[in-house]
């Protein structure tokens, strides 16, 4: 909510504060990606099945192979995302991983329009007087 009151853009899942924020300034105002909540419960169930993106398994495989930084130190964070003897993706990376990508594209579609990006901007201090305060 602070970045939201300082104008800048969220790129996010649709949970949390983020709902909050869409109702105020306008879920068409953010960057939203990610899997619908009532779908999350199955998803987890199903997550061991899921047949991933190959640019998922390539980064993986890049901070496995040690691209960015100790192996050792990463390895328990990729074997909680993406191996499914060892974690089971709670949070639903995988999943979601697509649907970022092109969230991603979006954020660099709107950055290169400077006056639409502003406007956002703009629309979402404008819709933070709620949280300038605790309720």
């Excluded at 099945?49 to 890049?62: S, Y």
Aim: net charge negative.
């Amino acid at each position: 909510m602070k970045f939201q009151m300082n104008g800048c853009l969220i790129i996010g899942t649709m949970d949390g504060a983020n709902i909050e924020i869409a109702e105020e300034s306008g879920k068409e105002n953010m960057f939203v990606f990610g899997v619908d909540a009532d779908d999350v419960p199955r998803l987890r169930k199903e997550r061991k099945n899921l047949k991933t993106h190959k640019r998922f398994d390539e980064i993986m495989a890049d901070i496995e192979g040690g691209m960015f930084g100790d192996k050792e130190y990463f390895k328990p964070l990729v074997d909680s995302i993406s191996n499914m003897k060892v974690g089971n993706d709670w949070f639903l990376v995988a999943n979601d991983f697509a649907s970022y990508l092109n969230a991603q594209a979006e954020v660099d579609r709107v950055y290169q329009d400077q006056d639409e990006w502003t406007r956002r901007s703009i629309v979402y201090t404008a819709g933070s007087g709620k949280f300038s305060s605790d309720r």
